[in-house]
């Protein structure tokens, strides 16, 4: 039965819905890193190529973003949980399958539909957030959500080789299904439904596969760049992109409902507070991917020695993302992310300009300084992301958010690529010194924001006691 949920939803369901929530969106998102560490086993037993063998990681990520937007749009239309409980049990049908799979292309071929499925729990997720909770604890809600999101991100590689010394590859894919299906009861149990289906709206398949084919080639350009592929075959991927974006979008202009929600980057703090998540997040891959190369390659670190030096700066942004929701709806949040950002470049300047043979103590500083400032930043642009948007285009704003995140982060990690292939030896410091101008741009761009209104400012607060 259909509710309205005007201010949250109960205390006692409310605790079980964000149990939910965290469960399902860390495994997803930590699917997208966790397979890095396992590609050299993979492809050795399953008879691959290395360059083929990136697929495994690639065919996730590009199926989560190239349909983001689209599950954002039928959950406006159908109800977000309905939307979240489907992509959670393709989620898991398809994690089971990876683990059976007995070759490459039936890995990559299950891991595609394994990232609609994430797309799907992706797309919807913060939608429902402001849905369970009252407007005067949303801030505190946003902090929560992240939290599980920037600690599953930077805690893949390390969950990895956790998994890996004890149990094959398979079981970083097998792990999944025990914990969705939790994740699946629980979701039947206490998600609230809401199908406040907006009068008129219908799912535009035209619309789905322009956003699609736009991102598709976009991303596929981007990584062909960094790989430096062949030239002529960029550009022509380019010139697609263009000419599939521009009808894309000329398309959406004429829509009631478009999927690409245009009317919302209208808005100008949506749109900054947009931009701001991309340079930061493309910004955080450029370190949290060339880190590890350093650590191990150059210190000589091992793998257990490597995941405890990074292990502060998701500790610090746990930390910092608490406290800033706790100051959500007091300061501004353009403010609050000049400031985080500010830090958080700091921090990647002084990585890269490390000393030579730099002591323990040294790396630690510097990692919990980056955390700290993207902890400050993250969870008050993700709430003016989705309170900047009407209530009843909350999918919309949702789906926007989520698309920022990996974009940013796609971009980061094929950037790193880039570098190295540039400067060699050299990749790692390159791409922390590119990662802190992208910070220091996030920054500039988030103290634009300071002169736009705080949206809910009298009505949005996460100090508020829990109830």
Known sequence: MTQNYADGIPTPQRYGAILTIAISISIAVLDGAIANVALPTIARELHASPAASIWVINAYQLAIIMTLLSFATLGDIYGYRRVYQYGLAVFCVMSLVCALSDNLWMLIGARVLQGLGAAALMSVNTALIRIIYPTRLLGRGMAINTLVVAVSTAAGPTVAAGVLAIASWQWLFA?????GLLAFYLGRRFLPVNNQKNSGQRFNWFSAAMNALTFGLVLSALGGFSQRVNGQWIIAELVLAAVAGVVFVRHQLSQEWPLLPVDLLRIPLFSLSLCTSICSFCAQMLAMVSLPFYLQSV??????????????WPLAT?????????????VHAGLLGAVGLGLFAVGLFSLAWLPSTPGDMAIIWRMMLCGAGFGLFQSPNNHTIITAAPRNRSGGASGMLGTARLFGQTSGAALVALMFNLFGGSGTHASLVLAGIFATAAALVSALRITQPNPQRQKTSGGGPAE
Request: net charge positive.
């Open 175 to 179: 792990i999944n299904v025990p914990i």
């Open 318 to 330: 746990m930390l910092l993302a608490l406290v800033a929701g706790r100051l959500i709806g007091r």
């Open 299 to 312: 210190l000589g670190r091992d793998e257990v020695a490597t995941g405890l030096l990074l292990t502060p």
